[in-house]
């Protein structure tokens, strides 16, 4: 069940992807006050843990109403998190937060940025909802389910310290090293989704 967890746990960190967050997080509340600030990140972090929990528990029925097979999305999901690996080794996933950030950022009118874009799409967007999915379907039985879920709030509480600390952070680590680890995360998602889709593939033809 260790594995089950630590497997979970790095899946979802790189998808999630804290220290990505943490700085277009600070670059969005930049006009906010320290209180505001912290309000937000926490929102932002509860509607997303929200929006993933119902996926993880609820995607497989939904699934079977729409008459799709576990296999399949697992590979639909894996070609997914392939995508979003490419991008993050090439960076193309940061220079789209960066700019989708930038838009909100335009909008005089927008000034709680938790819901938009902070929990939807840059926390609980289609990888992370696709990979929840995945990790539900491969668990077995309810400690299985409850050990993926564990993993999710423990990422998501990550998650919450690197926005809530993210304006030292970026101080303390600079954009040098976040782009180092962004291309270290992505090879290892990368990784995870070539898995998810061979497992796919085994699972269709009945290796």
């Known amino acids: 069940m260790l594995k089950l967890f630590v497997s979970a746990f790095i899946t979802l960190f790189v998808v999630l992807d804290p220290p990505g ?13 320290a209180a505001q600030r912290r309000a937000m990140a926490v929102r932002a972090c509860l509607i997303a843990g929200v ?35 490419l991008d993050m080794v090439f960076e193309k996933r940061t220079q789209r937060r ?8 335009a909008t005089a009118e927008v000034e709680d940025v938790s819901v938009f874009p902070m929990a939807m799409p840059m926390l609980a967007g289609p990888g992370a909802i696709a990979t929840v999915m995945l990790l539900e379907g491969e668990a077995q039985g309810l400690q299985g389910s409850l050990i993926v879920l564990a993993a999710l709030v423990v ?22 090293v976040e782009a180092v680890v962004t291309r270290v995360l992505g090879v290892l998602l990368g990784a995870l ?12 033809l009945g290796l």
């Open 21 to 33: 967050c943490a700085p277009i997080y600070a670059g969005l509340a930049a006009g906010a006050s």
């Open 51 to 85: 929006i993933l929990i119902v996926f993880a528990l609820f995607g497989e029925n939904l699934l079977g109403a729409l008459h799709i097979e576990l296999d399949s999305f697992r590979i639909a999901g894996g070609l997914m998190l392939f995508l979003i690996a």
């Open 193 to 204: 989704a070539a898995q998810y889709v061979i497992d796919g593939v085994r699972g269709s």
């Open 98 to 105: 960066e700019q989708r950030a930038e838009a909100v950022k």
């Open 155 to 176: 990422v998501l509480a990550l998650t919450l310290l690197a926005l809530l600390a993210a304006a030292p952070l970026m101080k303390l680590v600079g954009a040098k």
